[in-house]
């Protein structure tokens, strides 16, 4: 099984990033089954979305298809997004025009949120409303918010909020145990089901 990890977030560095390697260091510590693939944005390394994706651009072929690979080979994904002025990250917005249903389609997804403060639940509301529709990914009813981000996960033990990086420790484990039993699932229903159909190509 293999789990690709996305940290939303153009800056670098990013307190998403940072959890995202926490969580690809809890998926390898409690689960020796699933491989993992971290992918950031930070630095916005992908062009915006533009029309000659669709036309077999040859330049556009040569930059994603080491990135569609690992997601095709992808069982599930943990998506993170920090929250910007209410908001999903553009560079994040703009990943799911990239890829479709071929890489991500009946795939579940955890949702992570950041937050510096109190904030964090605007992202996970929107990447439900509006990324899926086409490349069908499934986003897991569980998801995360991770609230005042700098003082939880954190290396040094003396940087951490002690009740709430228990806390999120904890929960961590238990929503990741969830997504990998979807995935588990939705494995054998894609490989059961006629999930790709040319004429029903796009969501309604």
């Excluded at 990013?14 to 944005?41: G, W």
């Excluded at 950041?114 to 509006?130: F, I």
Aim: include cysteine; charge should be negative.
């Amino acid at each position: 099984m293999k789990i690709t990890i996305i940290s939303g977030s153009h800056r670098n560095p990013s307190q998403s990033e940072k959890i995202a390697h926490y969580i690809n260091k809890t998926l390898k510590a409690e689960h020796s089954d699933i491989e993992t693939f971290v992918y950031t944005l930070a630095d916005n390394p992908l062009p915006l979305w533009d029309q000659s994706l669709w036309e077999n651009n040859e330049e556009w072929n040569q930059r994603l298809a080491p990135l569609k690979k690992e997601l095709s080979e992808s069982d599930g994904f943990v998506v993170i997004s920090p929250e910007w002025h209410g908001q999903v990250p553009a560079g994040l917005k703009n990943f799911f025009l990239m890829f479709n249903r071929f890489e991500l389609g009946h795939k579940p997804a955890l949702i992570v949120g950041v937050s510096s403060g109190d904030g964090g639940a605007y992202p996970v509301a929107e990447l439900r409303m509006s990324s899926y529709k086409n490349n069908r990914i499934c986003y897991i009813p569980e998801h995360l918010i991770l609230r005042h981000v700098e003082s939880i996960l954190n290396d040094n033990a003396a940087d951490n909020n002690a009740d709430a990086d228990s806390y999120f420790r904890e929960r961590i484990s238990w929503a990741l145990g969830i997504l990998k039993g979807y995935a588990v699932a939705l494995k054998n229903m894609r490989e059961n089901t006629t999930i790709f159909h040319d004429k029903f190509g796009n969501g309604m």
